[in-house]
């Protein structure tokens, strides 16, 4: 025989039999505010969207899934959870707090606020955008956990942002040289015998190198920072799958 639960507001009744069910749902009242579900399913239904059935002289009939309206289906939950303190707690409070959120800003300026509010609350989900720059770039390479899920990448890339460094100011030196020795050949050369010339020679040739291991510096940096937005993502979708 068939068990059957009802849910009156926050009371779940039962388990009852096929008649004490029928008994109570004769009320309209009841009815109008009872949700149903057998003992096999875990899917409320609401009492008055059952299907009238002609009421037997006998004993009458078990009711079945198909006396209920399925399209009418409403998730609820197990009763386990409504009956615990929690689950009251969050229909007296939780409502509450829920009522009073705000719809997402549609301005530009109000998606600003929301999200220097978000960054507020969340300082671990920062992008790294505020990394950037010519002086700070490269030098955090991971935050959070990332030192100790990827060491070996990390040492690899603080090694790699030290050379770099290197190598940039080495270049620059290397510029500075070049322009002094261009100038010299220019005042020894005999066919260059204007001195604004070889000033001119000079300073093309050092803008080239500081041009070129600026480039070479940067696309370095954008290498490195490529490889850490590629760990950012793996890390907040492990922090949001742990949530």
Same mark, same amino acid.
């Given at each position: ?161 030290? %050379?770099?460094? $290197?190598? =940039?100011?080495? !270049?620059?030196?290397? #510029?500075?040289?070049?322009? +002094?020795?261009?100038?010299? /050949? ?14 001119? %020679?000079?300073? $093309?040739? =050092?803008?080239? !190198?500081?041009?070129? #291991?600026?480039?070479?510096? +940067?696309?370095?940096?954008? /290498? ?20």
């Amino acid at each position: 025989m068939s068990k059957w639960y009802v849910r009156i507001e926050d009371n779940i009744h039962g388990p009852l039999t096929n008649e004490a069910l029928r008994e109570l749902l004769e009320r309209d009242d009841v009815r109008q505010m009872a949700y149903v579900r057998n003992e096999t399913s875990r899917k409320w239904i609401p009492a008055r969207k059952m299907r009238s059935k002609a009421k037997a002289a006998v004993t009458p009939p078990p009711l079945q899934l198909s006396d209920l309206n399925l399209s009418d289906l409403e998730d609820a939950p197990p009763q386990d959870v409504v009956n615990s303190d929690s689950y009251e707690d969050f229909q007296h409070n939780g409502a509450d707090e829920f009522s009073d959120l705000e719809t997402l800003p549609k301005s530009k300026k109000g998606r600003m606020r929301n999200n220097r509010v978000h960054r507020e609350a969340y300082p671990d989900m920062q992008s790294s955008s505020k990394l950037t720059g010519f002086k700070n770039s490269g030098l955090r390479i991971f935050w959070g956990g990332g030192d100790d899920r990827y060491p070996n990448l990390n040492r690899f890339l603080t090694f790699l942002k030290s %050379l770099a460094q $290197i190598l =940039f100011c080495i !270049y620059i030196l290397a #510029g500075i040289g070049a322009f +002094v020795f261009s100038v010299i /050949l220019a005042y020894e050369a005999t066919f260059l015998s204007e001195k604004l010339i070889a000033f001119v %020679l000079g300073v $093309i040739g =050092f803008a080239f !190198y500081v041009i070129v #291991g600026r480039l070479t510096y +940067v696309i370095t940096m954008a /290498l490195m920072e490529f490889l850490k937005v590629i760990i950012d993502i793996e890390s907040n979708t492990r922090q949001l799958a742990e949530a």
